[in-house]
């Protein structure tokens, strides 16, 4: 069988979360240049919603002629108890002018009550909503769904439903998220092969720490 496999590369925002770095905008669009080089399919580049800095890089960023990456941009669902029209992030996330956006959203529980402090049923309906917002402005969504191998350990039923409300909300895209770098591999795999088995026929990516 012939699988495809596409690289998602984070640096311009996972990466830029280490001690010490901080990426002008400058050095952000030499970076995505030289991604873009190598062959690298999607650059996730920054939070349009989070500082002026990032912003600023997605206007510029539209300018750039590349010959394969597509720049992503990157934020979370909606806040608790407000429509998806009304919060800011998701706003400025259409405003970044990317073909496709990455939403993170909570898949463990025990983020939802104690993080988040909601219900697990508005932490199902933010994602839901965040993602079908974005869809109807015509993005592609990737649903990043965070510290998803422990929330699958601590709660197998619930951690699958916050895939499913993504998917319900029009999600292109999976992304099984090992936030925490804790999980060995085997249990990687196994939780990976039992999710995707638990939901046939989605499209799958994982993002690892270590």
Known sequence: MHVKVTIFDSTLRDGSQGEGISFSVEDKLKVVRALDTLGIDFIEAGNP???????????????LELKHA???????????EIEAKDDPNLRSLIGAGTKI?????????????????????ENLAMIEDSVRFCRDAGVEVFFDAEHYYDGYLADREYALETLRAALRGGASTLVLCETRGGIIPSEFERITKETMAAIPGAQWAVHAHD
């Open 49 to 63: 919603g989070s500082n002026p800095k990032d912003l600023e890089f997605f206007e510029r960023a539209r300018t």
């Open 70 to 80: 597509k720049i992503v941009a990157f934020g979370s669902t909606r806040r608790k």
């Open 101 to 121: 956006v990455s939403i993170f959203g909570k898949s463990w529980d025990f983020h939802v009550t104690d993080i988040l402090r909601t219900t697990p049923e």
